[in-house]
């Protein structure tokens, strides 16, 4: 089973870009690196997933390195509404993710 | 199209009493799973479920029992409740198990043991 590492809170203000890494130490050849954002009181949502180089898209963009042992996701100018947790789960070779802490981003005004 | 849904939505009990908390699907998803959030430990995957009548256990399986007759329905039921079992529990569900598959989950159900 493949766990992730992630920094447990991060804050940031508004208009900063916020970068959060994740370190991906055991990630399987097959494996794909997903991001997920959960709001207070709702459940997680996907937010990028990529493989290697980088991904864009209208929310957020995602590095992940050569090595794919990390990956790092990115925030452009966020606002107040980015306040949230972000997970970087891993995965078993059974279909299951495994989510753990997250890091929980405050942004201030 | 409902997506995924659970209910009920908040649920306090008594320390001792049976306690299901239910899961449905619109997707045909063949897996679903259950995560309970704390602070403090994040999200923790409890059971899982491949297809229907195949299920495993995740992290921390004790004192929940998990079905699935149905490929939709996923209930997750507390068989002797404990206060260490008040939590926000969340179901989710993906198409497969594959690597890109992305996972959704429902909105939640507050349970408080007294």
């Known amino acids: 089973l493949a766990k992730t590492t992630q920094p447990i809170s991060m804050d940031s203000y508004e208009g900063q870009e916020v970068n959060i890494t994740c370190s991906h130490n055991?990630?399987?050849?097959?494996?794909?690196i997903t991001w997920y954002q959960q709001f207070p009181s709702q459940g997680p949502r996907f937010i990028i997933q990529g493989y290697k180089t980088k991904v864009t898209n209208e929310v957020a963009s995602l590095f992940i390195p050569a090595d794919r042992k990390s990956s790092t996701l990115s925030l452009p100018r966020v606002s107040l509404s980015d306040t949230a947790v972000y997970y970087c789960?891993?995965?078993?070779?059974?279909?299951?993710?495994?989510f753990g802490q997250g890091t929980t981003l405050q942004v201030k005004p | 199209d409902a997506g995924i849904t659970q209910s009920p939505r908040y649920k306090i009990t008594e320390t001792g009493r049976q306690v299901t908390l239910m899961c449905h699907q619109t997707?045909?998803?063949?897996?679903m799973f259950w995560y309970r959030q704390d602070l403090g430990h994040g999200l923790r995957l409890i059971y899982y479920?491949?297809?229907?009548?195949?299920?495993d256990k995740g992290e921390v399986p004790d004192g929940y029992v998990v079905s699935r007759s149905k490929t939709e329905n996923f209930p997750l039921t507390l068989e002797s409740a404990t206060r260490s079992q008040t939590s926000v529990y969340f179901c989710?569900?993906?198409?497969?198990?594959?690597?890109?598959?992305?996972?959704?989950f429902g909105p939640g159900t507050r349970l408080t043991v007294l």
């Open positions: 055991n990630i399987a050849t097959n494996d794909y």
């Open positions: 997707w045909s998803h063949s897996y």
């Open positions: 989710a569900s993906r198409i497969s198990g594959g690597a890109t598959d992305t996972q959704y």
């Open positions: 479920s491949a297809a229907a009548d195949i299920t």
């Open positions: 789960p891993g995965s078993g070779n059974t279909g299951k993710l495994i």
